[in-house]
């Protein structure tokens, strides 16, 4: 069974920093498109990131301050987060991409996590 279980959301202050990471599980995502998005209380889903074996790819809001990278050895992608602002604020979501190419496209991601929440406050 596929699963993705992201972790290290919370509260933090304006201009903090955090790193969220997300585990997968039931098969090995080394060839997987891994990608973020986060979702705001009355908005849609929005991409934040992306990597493959392409490289990173970053939303205009995040890139500069957002780092994405992965441990294929563990299973594991992560999103550090610098310089958070009030507006970063939304539950985060890790997907998998079986077709391997960076996409910015929420149905292009076969697997989806349960989401983490991170809250700034300003």
């Known amino acids: 069974q596929v699963q993705l279980v992201e972790s290290g959301g919370g509260l933090v202050q304006a201009g903090g920093s955090l790193r969220l990471s997300c585990a997968a599980s039931g098969r090995t995502f080394s060839s997987y498109t891994m990608g973020w998005f986060r979702q705001a209380p009355g908005k849609e889903r929005e991409f934040v990131s992306a990597i493959s074996w392409s490289g990173p790819d970053y939303g205009d809001s995040v890139k500069g301050r957002f780092t994405i990278s992965r441990d294929s050895a563990k299973n594991t992608v992560y999103l550090q987060m610098n310089s958070l602002k009030p507006e970063d604020t939304a539950v985060y979501y890790c997907?998998?991409?079986?077709?391997?190419?960076?996409?910015?496209?929420?149905?292009?991601?076969?697997?989806w996590g349960q989401g983490t929440q991170v809250t700034v406050s300003s």
């Open positions: 997907a998998a991409d079986r077709g391997g190419w960076n996409t910015r496209k929420i149905y292009e991601y076969d697997y």
